[in-house]
């Protein structure tokens, strides 16, 4: 009977909730962006804007990252993002909030949010999916009213 106490009491030391939020402004289709600047920040050792660039270069659209004063003039969307990370004999992300604005309006179009306090986490990549695959996806049109 005590190993089975203590057993689940374990399992449920080491399961936590983990919650993504995707959110666009109202009226912003960032389906249309096609060319994408991921703001590097100076204090990032991990390269999740590097992450990020394959993202969105594996979801079709053109990427690159670097400091804000490299941005190329055709630029359409500024991906700006911030992580935290914990350590507990590792190191592990727990939470990841990436920001999308447009870069001609400086308006903001969208942002994503993962967080998972937990040692149990999933990778930067899985993270990234989760918030830009439905961020960029198609706004669902219109149904006239019946």
Not at 37 to 64: K, P, T
Request: with cysteine; proline share 10%; aromatic share 6%.
């Amino acid at each position: 009977m005590k190993p089975i106490l203590a057993l689940v009491l374990l399992s449920a030391l080491l399961v936590s909730c983990s919650s993504v939020e995707t959110r666009r402004s109202p009226g912003a289709d960032l389906s249309r962006y096609q060319r994408f600047y991921v703001v590097h920040r100076l204090n990032d050792d991990r390269h999740i804007d590097e992450l990020i660039v394959r993202r969105l270069r594996e979801l079709g659209r053109e990427a690159s990252a670097g400091h804000l004063t490299m941005m190329p003039e055709n630029t359409e969307a500024i991906v700006t993002y911030d992580d935290v990370w914990a350590w507990d004999f590792k190191s592990y992300l727990i939470q990841l909030t990436v920001y999308i604005s447009d870069a001609r309006r400086e308006r903001p179009l969208g942002h994503g949010s993962y967080r998972q306090p937990s040692p149990v986490t999933k990778p930067p990549q899985e993270l990234i999916r989760a918030i830009l695959d439905p961020l960029l996806q198609p706004r669902p049109a219109k149904r006239p009213p019946p």
